[in-house]
Each structure stands twice: as structure tokens, then as C-alpha cells.
T-cell receptor
Framework: EDKVVQSPLSLVVHEGDTVTLNCSYE??????LLWYKQEKKAPTFLFML????IEKKSGRLSSILDKKELFSILNITATQTGDSAVYLC??????????????FGKGTKLSVKP | DGGITQSPKYLFRKEGQNVTLSCEQN?????MYWYRQDPGQGLRLIYY???????QKGDIAEGYSVSREKKESFPLTVTSAQKNPTAFYLC????????????FGNGTRLTVT
């Protein structure tokens, strides 16, 4: 059965800390891995990763994929209280050649204290 | 502004009643999705539609029904057959094709008592 596992499930840090969120997966016919940030309601897209070893970066956030070891990490440097959210990892499998549908992990709840 | 609109934000129903959740998008996306989110669990796919007048069951379709009569609209009906309907429901859409991330609406929180 396809699955996505995120760790830790929750994390409390102080402003200025650097955090690393983990996502491992077991998915048949992998197509891509995505990271989303969910603050209250709608998850917002952060990164899509399809190739191993290529870091994607957006401001203080960065992410990388290892397709050999089947995991991805999301790094946040110099954390701010506005980074407090649930971070969702999802994997898109390739289904019959058409666009697949995402398999989500349970999320990591990040709390950044001032 | 383009986006996905879900309504209502909160919905309360008595057990045994069917209820329909609305999802409208003006992003001109072909594909639309319904996910369910429960505390401590990942998002789970209920139904999806790649094109008008066609839709497919996701992992937890039992007790739900959908229609896709227009490109912009993908309503979800939670029927009385759904054993545990209280949850947060998220609608999403994407461009049909490779490497296209989902765009989510703000969700509808359904409470059935």
C-alpha cells in the first residue's frame, strides 16, 4: 500500500532557529513530491520536486529530494512566528499515464515561539 | 482574482440528512478534487474529475457523490450512507497535465449530530 510518513508530527522551536522536516514515502511509480503549508484553512503550495539532488529554494525555505532513499526534507532557516503552520508532504503517483492523485502524509505541526 | 471558492464555511446537519458542499473555481482548471481532512490524519481523496461530465472515485468515496456538469463547478454531496461525515472538506483544482500542483479552497467544516 502506498504511504507517506512525515516526522516529527509536531515541533516547537524559538524564533531564529533552523528546522528540518522529514518526509519518507513508499509509492509505486513515483512522479513528484510536493510540500504544502497549511496555516488555518487552505493548504498553500510551496515546492514540487521531481528530480533527486536538486535543491529548490524560496527565501528561507528550501527542499530537496532523494529518490534513491525515498525521502525529502524541508528546511526553514531563521524561523519566524509566521512560519507556524502544519506542513504537508504529498506524493503524486503516476497512474495509467494520466495525472495522478496525491497521497498525503499526516503533516508536521510547527510552532514557532517568539 | 482567480481562485477556488467553497461554501459554506461551516455547515451543521442532523444525522440522516444529505448535504451538498459547493466548490467553484475561476482558474480555468480542468481537474478538480475533493479531499477530507480529519484530526491527526492526512488528507484523503474522496472523488476527482479530470474533465467535464467525468469523475472517478478516490480512496474513500463510499457515502459521497459528485457531479461535474460545468468546468467551474464540482459539488460534493455527503449522503446519509456516510458513517462518519463530520470532518473538514477541501476542494482543489489543477491544470490537467504533468507537474501541476493543486490549488485549494478554504474548506467547509461539516458537523453532523
Amino acid at each position: 500500500e502506498d504511504k507517506v510518513v512525515q516526522s516529527p508530527l509536531s515541533l516547537v522551536v524559538h524564533e531564529g532557529d533552523t528546522v528540518t522536516l522529514n518526509c519518507s514515502y513508499e509509492v509505486t511509480n513515483f512522479r513528484s513530491l510536493l510540500w504544502y503549508k497549511q496555516e488555518k484553512k487552505a493548504p498553500t503550495f510551496l515546492f514540487m520536486l521531481t528530480s533527486s539532488g536538486i535543491e529548490k529554494k524560496s527565501g528561507r525555505l528550501s527542499s530537496i529530494l532523494d529518490k534513491k532513499e525515498l525521502f525529502s526534507i524541508l528546511n526553514i532557516t531563521a524561523t519566524q512566528t509566521g512560519d507556524s503552520a502544519v506542513y504537508l508532504c504529498a506524493v503524486e503517483p503516476l497512474l495509467g499515464g494520466s495525472q495522478g492523485n496525491l497521497i498525503f502524509g499526516k503533516g508536521t505541526k510547527l510552532s514557532v515561539k517568539p | 482574482d482567480g481562485g477556488i471558492t467553497q461554501s459554506p464555511k461551516y455547515l451543521f446537519r442532523k444525522e440522516g440528512q444529505n448535504v451538498t458542499l459547493s466548490c467553484e473555481q475561476n482558474l480555468n482548471h480542468d481537474a478538480m478534487y475533493w479531499y477530507r481532512q480529519d484530526p491527526g490524519q492526512g488528507l484523503r481523496l474522496i472523488y476527482y474529475s479530470q474533465i467535464v461530465n467525468d469523475f472517478q472515485k478516490g480512496d474513500i468515496a463510499e457515502g459521497y457523490s459528485v457531479s461535474r456538469e460545468k468546468k467551474e463547478s464540482f459539488p460534493l454531496t455527503v449522503t446519509s450512507a456516510q458513517k462518519n461525515p463530520t470532518a473538514f472538506y477541501l476542494c482543489a483544482s489543477s491544470i490537467r497535465g504533468l507537474n501541476s500542483p493543486l490549488h485549494f479552497g478554504n474548506g467547509t467544516r461539516l458537523t453532523v449530530t
